[in-house]
């Protein structure tokens, strides 16, 4: 059995992704089933309208709010 190094649980910097890189966006139209799923809800009519809604008062970006 191996003892585990001196910080060896920390992520070295060239392992680390950069900000610029960390999005959820792909440049393509976020449809309400992304909405729904972002939200961790089931695909259901009731939750597809919500997301419908949410998409038309906030547009795409909404879904920035779902994610982390």
Do not use: Y
Not at 19 to 28: E, I, Q
Not at 35 to 46: F, S
Not at 51 to 66: M, Q, V
């Amino acid at each position: 059995m191996s003892t585990p190094q001196p910080g060896a649980s920390r992520p070295s910097s060239d392992r680390v992704t950069p900000d610029a890189l960390l999005h959820t966006r792909t440049g393509t139209e976020v449809s309400p089933e992304d909405m729904v799923l972002a939200a961790g809800r089931d695909l259901t009519p009731r939750n597809l309208e919500w997301a419908r809604r949410k998409l038309d008062e906030e547009g795409p970006d909404a879904i920035e709010k779902l994610l982390p």
